[in-house]
Antibody, heavy 122, light 110 residues
Framework: EVQLVESGGGLVQPGRSLRLSCAAS????????MHWVRQAPGKGLEWVSG????????GYADSVRGRFTVSRDNAKNSLHLQMNSLRPEDTALYYC???????????????WGQGTVVTVSS | QSALTQPPSASGSPGQSVTMSCTGT?????????VSWYQQHPGKAPKLIIY???KRPSGVPDRFSGSKSGNTASLTVSGLQAEDEADYYC??????????FGTGTKVTVL
């Protein structure tokens, strides 16, 4: 079964750090780009970051660039998001998602995890 | 990096069709054939229903169809069914390893 399982969310104070992880199974992980997408409570989807299979091509939303770092470990079929200098506006459900097309393609997300909640509050 | 613009709501009766738009710029929707659409039911993860503007992943009914003209993409749901009531989001690749989502459209089946 193709599956993505996120972990690492929680309650954190503004300015602190948190590291999210996503464990992938059921597909050839290093064939696909992977992404983080978030959804604030009652709001729409926001693409946060993504990287291709080789970690050469990496992108970030303006709202997180310089504070968040995405990485992947193809040997362990895992994706990570290091979040530093967290702000209240980073509060959201964070989804891990897989690109639908193989290779360098960074669009179209066909497999999603159930998400992990990040709450930034003092 | 502004979100793509979608109408907040759309509605139709069972069996009817509903079409929703997704307006961007020449840097995203107008510049690439990499527009995708997602259906999200309350409390659930989004589901990919259209990719590359017009293509449907395996298992998605052909009642869902996509198109694009210039900087605006559209999703049409034909033969509306009760289970189509959900939030719909468009997304576009915008170059430089960046993607952008739309603001979302809530579809109500009357």
């Amino acid at each position: 079964e193709v599956q993505l399982v996120e972990s690492g969310g929680g309650l954190v104070q503004p300015g602190r750090s948190l590291r999210l992880s996503c464990a992938a199974s059921g597909f050839i992980f290093d064939d696909y780009a992977m992404h983080w997408v978030r959804q604030a409570p009652g709001k729409g989807l926001e693409w946060v970051s993504g990287l291709d299979w080789s970690s050469v091509n990496i992108g970030y939303a303006d709202s997180v660039r310089g504070r968040f770092t995405v990485s992947r470990d193809n040997a362990k079929n895992s994706l990570h998001l290091q979040m530093n200098s967290l702000r209240p506006e980073d509060t959201a459900l964070y989804y891990c998602a897989k690109s639908y097309v193989t290779g360098w393609r960074m669009d179209a997300f066909d497999i999603w995890g159930q998400g992990t909640v990040v709450t930034v509050s003092s | 990096q502004s979100a793509l613009t979608q109408p907040p709501s759309a509605s139709g009766s069972p069996g009817q069709s509903v079409t929703m738009s997704c307006t961007g710029t020449s840097s995203d929707v107008g510049g690439y054939y990499y527009v995708s659409w997602y259906q999200q039911h309350p409390g659930k993860a989004p589901k990919l229903i259209i990719y590359e503007v017009t293509k449907r992943p395996s298992g998605v009914p052909d009642r869902f169809s996509g198109s694009k003209s210039g900087n605006t993409a559209s999703l049409t749901v034909s033969g509306l069914q009760a289970e189509d009531e959900a939030d719909y989001y468009c997304s576009s690749y915008a170059g430089s390893n960046f993607n952008v989502f739309g603001t979302g459209t809530k579809v109500t089946v009357l």
